[in-house]
């Protein structure tokens, strides 16, 4: 069981040091191996600027610091019975398995402590089972075990969960969006640590990107898209029990920064992801909650939440940092803290979107390609993908790796699925982000289509025809496992026989492999303006 890092680590003003003081006996009871009946060397402890973590054979008791911060007010007993009792409830929602109860520390006459006994309560800890720490997405990323269906995983879980969650009315809107902007670029000033004129920018950009865009937050939550969300939805808060991906630690202490935007809340996930590297799962992701929540009206926001992400992230590290005594420790977290404070920055630079196609018959490695090309294209998490096998299931109501019938593929739902392909590229090009639309563009008329999406913003299109010997395609369709395309062998005898291939489009040369497909394409489009990420 991991413990949590929410929030800022300010420090605690007058008075908290009282409470802390009353609550040590408690900590050394709860380090006792002998209140939990186990070997002297199975009882660890994990400490954060809010909560102390026990760690007892199979359980994990979580201690609420009677501290007093900017934040927080958890110097009453009182207060902290009731922050056990709300992160119980919200983290049921998602790990009923791991939160088990709210558990009273009592006081018998004699002075003796014990769990759940006669007494009064003098103090409240969340029982909750313990959890191999392995199994954190965090240590899971740092092991490269970050994989495709991990990903898919990950963004079913968390669309599950927003879409589970009933809107609210009193959540974030403009006015709360800008004193989180501004209560972060204050924390940033204070810590004496960052540059004055990039903070500067950072306030200044933030706010001008959420005046621009008021009147959207607004239309948000008229539209059910503010809901009490995690709040605190980074790596270290998902675990993978078995192969599920389990999210954990909901944030509890203010519902102000839970009942948010979900695009909010799943920008810290892609942020974290962005800011450790891992740019194509973290855009995988993206992609898949996308298409299972049908949310693409919001991507407009998606920048500024990225970076007000990476904003608060800078501010609590260089807090951390604060708090080390290792110099070294001290200066690595330091410059982590500057590195978010640049990325934040970054996150809210200016990306002029265009539209990219790649057609192909089946088996020719479109997706691929469309995969592969997504983590580049600016702004992050890079661009929305558009891809026909997976909007086909999505308009017959099926899970992306269903199998479909034939009745699906009938020229009316395909032209349908044409259709939403172009209306998904043209929400992704109005919110600012680059759109993929990955099909098999057989046909002259849905080329000009997708031409037009482009033409009518004024954006650049991109065409590109992937092209591979018959017996590798037939090759590639028999090999297929876990993917949204049905195409068969005759499917594809029927496309080679009857479809057109397009004169203008450009046609990578695809002998040397995916990646120097990716290369190529690359290189095309940033000799076309067009700026990427080095592939």
Known sequence: ????????????????????????????????????????????????????VVLAGQRAYKLKRAVKLSFVDFSSLQAREAACRAELALNRRTAPEIYLDVVAVTRAPDGRLSLGGEGEAVEWLVAMRRFDDSRLLDRVAQTSGLNADLALELAAAVAAFHEAEPPVDDGADAAELERL????????????????RAVAALQRRSLGHLHASAELVAVRRSEGRVRHCHGDLHL??????????????????????????????????LMDLWHRGHRAFANLLFNRYLLLT???????????????????RAHVTAGVAEARRSRREARALQAEARDYLTLALDL????????????????????????????????????????????????????PEARLPEAAYAPPMSRRVY???????????????????????????????ALKVAEARGLGFHGFWLEAPAETLMCRIEGRERDASDATTSVLRAQMAKGSRPARWQRPDTGAGAAAVVREVLACLARSGIDVLPG
């Open 294 to 312: 049908g949310d693409w009206g919001g991507l407009a926001l998606m920048p500024l939440f990225l970076s007000m992400r990476a904003g608060i």
């Open 1 to 52: 069981m991991a413990s949590k890092r929410n929030g800022s680590p300010s420090r605690a003003s007058t008075g908290s040091a009282a409470g802390e003081a009353a609550q040590r006996p408690v900590v050394a009871f709860l380090l006792d191996p002998s209140t939990h009946g186990v070997a002297a060397g199975d009882v660890d402890r994990i400490d954060t600027h809010i909560a102390t």
């Open 236 to 269: 270290r808060n998902i675990f993978l029990d078995g192969e599920r991906p389990v999210l954990f630690d909901a944030l509890e202490f203010d519902e102000r920064l839970a009942k948010i935007d979900v695009l909010y809340d799943l920008a810290f996930l």
């Open 181 to 196: 902007i501004r209560q972060c670029v204050h924390e940033l000033r204070a810590r004496g640590l960052f540059d004055r």
């Open 348 to 399: 809210l630079a200016p990306a002029r979107p265009c539209l990219v196609a790649v057609g192909g018959f089946s088996g020719s490695g479109k997706s691929t390609l469309a995969r592969g090309l997504a983590p580049h294209l600016l702004p992050p998490p890079g661009a929305v993908v558009a891809r026909s096998d997976e909007i086909r299931k999505k308009l017959w109501g099926i899970a």
């Open 419 to 449: 259709a939403e392909m172009r209306r998904i590229a043209g929400a992704a090009l109005d919110g600012g982000y680059a759109a993929i639309v990955d099909a098999v563009h057989d046909r002259g008329g849905a080329r000009r289509q």
